[in-house]
């Protein structure tokens, strides 16, 4: 009896299922942008895990096949086959991606993956630790390496990196040379510092220059050499 009971129950659950699968796949194709507004949704929730969003607008999502048809559009201007490019993330040291403390190695793997969509494969990772620390082992431990590895995308030590120097206000500044040579895609970390109060953008590209350099701007005052550094990068 039991049996007679549970076998009419699973069918009629099969066909619920069957019928609600069937009338999904037939909305979907009378109506592409549903299917399209999901697509965007799942990829904004994603993308709001890794940066704050704003409530009140509906980004767009787009997918670059030909950056030739995009030249004339102001966002994608300076975006050409064959440019070399320097990706500068904040890895200040060895600590766990949930931890916050550097770059997030998810926000990095998008950023390569654009682009190379892009037609761009010429990418260097650049940074150096803070005094003191490794920014391999930083590297390592955040998962940046992994996005790195992944991407064949090499991790250059601005610490032990040819230096330019550059005159400004009677500091000398000694800037990798990378820098000059190549289109620099900042992406720090926003927080808290003792120092400056914040950290963000600007103080991210203080590690675009020598140790020597580093330890003279605070020597100097850093809230007066931060924004002269500035002036002489490109």
Do not use: W
């Amino acid at each position: 009896r039991l049996m007679t009971v549970v076998v009419p129950i699973v069918a009629v659950v099969a066909l619920a299922l069957a019928g609600y699968f069937y009338s999904q796949i037939r909305t979907l194709k009378q109506d592409p942008q549903i299917l399209a507004q999901k697509e965007v949704a799942e990829l904004v929730a994603k993308v709001g895990k890794l940066v704050v969003l704003p409530a009140d607008e509906t980004p767009t999502v787009a997918t670059v096949s030909d950056p030739e048809a995009l030249k004339d559009q102001a966002f994608f201007a300076s975006a050409q086959k064959g440019d070399k490019v320097l990706i500068k993330p904040s890895i200040i040291e060895p600590a766990y991606a949930y931890q916050a403390v550097n770059t997030s190695p998810g926000l990095l793997d998008e950023v390569i993956k654009f682009l190379k969509e892009l037609g761009i494969s010429d990418i260097v990772v650049g940074e150096q630790s803070l005094l003191g620390n490794d920014v391999g082992s930083a590297a390592k431990k955040s998962e940046i390496l992994d996005v790195c590895l992944k991407h064949k995308v090499n991790v250059a030590d601005l610490s032990k990196a040819e230096y330019i120097e550059k005159d400004y206000g009677g500091i000398k500044f000694e800037i990798a040379k990378e820098v000059f040579e190549r289109k620099i895609i900042n992406i720090p970390v926003m927080k808290t510092n003792s120092q400056i109060g914040i950290s963000g953008a600007v103080e991210n590209m203080v590690r675009v220059t020598s140790p020597k350099t580093q330890k003279a701007m605070f020597v100097e005052g850093i809230e007066k050499t931060l924004p002269m550094l500035i002036k002489v990068l490109p």
